[in-house]
Every structure is written in C-alpha cells, then in structure tokens.
C-alpha cells in the first residue's frame, strides 16, 4: 500500500511518520492483525467498502477521512483527530453529535 516510515510498537500497533493514503484500495476490513496506532498526518480511506473501522489509528495529527464507504458505524475510528473529520457518504447517515460522542476532533465535522 506504499505506506512508509512506519514503526511497530511493543503492542505491536503501527505508528506512521507521514500520511496514509489507502483512497480506492478496494478494501472491506482491514486484517485483524493490522491496528494502527498514532499517524503523525492524514490518514485518508476514502472510496473502499469498509464495513468497519477497527484497525484504524486511535490518534491521527492531520484529518481523517473514511467518506465513501460501506460504514454503519463509527466504532473503531479515532479517539482523537487533530485535524478535521470527513465521515459523509456512507450508510450510516451520521450526525456530528455522534462523531463527537466516538471521537475528539480538533477540526471541523462533514458528515
């Protein structure tokens, strides 16, 4: 997925020294292996069929974005965003009460 500068922690969660941009990847779930950690940017997931967002970073310094997805629900997203939160475009028809209620977000909410 050409994600670099990368660094897996003794909990085995991975931090990213730069942005992740996994747009398009035709992804449903990620592995129950992969949980990332803390993103030192964006982290963009934009346009897959996630059905979930476990495995995503539970913190992310930039944005994030998982607009166009199969998404129900936010659970697994981030517990803490620095940047602005896109979650518009999935099924779950989400409110920016809720997205306040899964995660801190610094930016501003599209849902």
């Known amino acids: 997925m050409e994600i670099k500068n990368w660094t897996i922690n003794d909990d085995y969660t991975i931090d990213v020294n730069k942005y992740v941009n996994l747009n398009g990847q035709n992804l449903y779930n990620f592995p129950s292996f992969i949980q990332f950690g803390h993103i030192k940017s964006t982290f963009l997931l934009i346009d897959n069929f996630m059905t979930s967002l476990k495995g995503c970073p539970y913190y992310v310094e930039g944005s994030f974005d998982c607009s166009?997805?199969?998404?129900?629900?936010?659970?697994?997203?981030?517990?803490?965003?620095?940047?602005?939160?896109?979650?518009?475009?999935?099924?779950?028809?989400?409110?920016?009460?809720?997205?306040?209620?899964?995660?801190?977000?610094?930016?501003?909410?599209?849902?």
Do not use: Q, W
């Open 68 to 111: 166009g997805n199969e998404l129900k629900t936010l659970e697994g997203a981030p517990i803490k965003v620095k940047g602005d939160f896109y979650c518009h475009s999935n099924p779950g028809n989400f409110a920016k009460e809720y997205v306040m209620t899964i995660s801190r977000v610094g930016g501003y909410i599209f849902v």
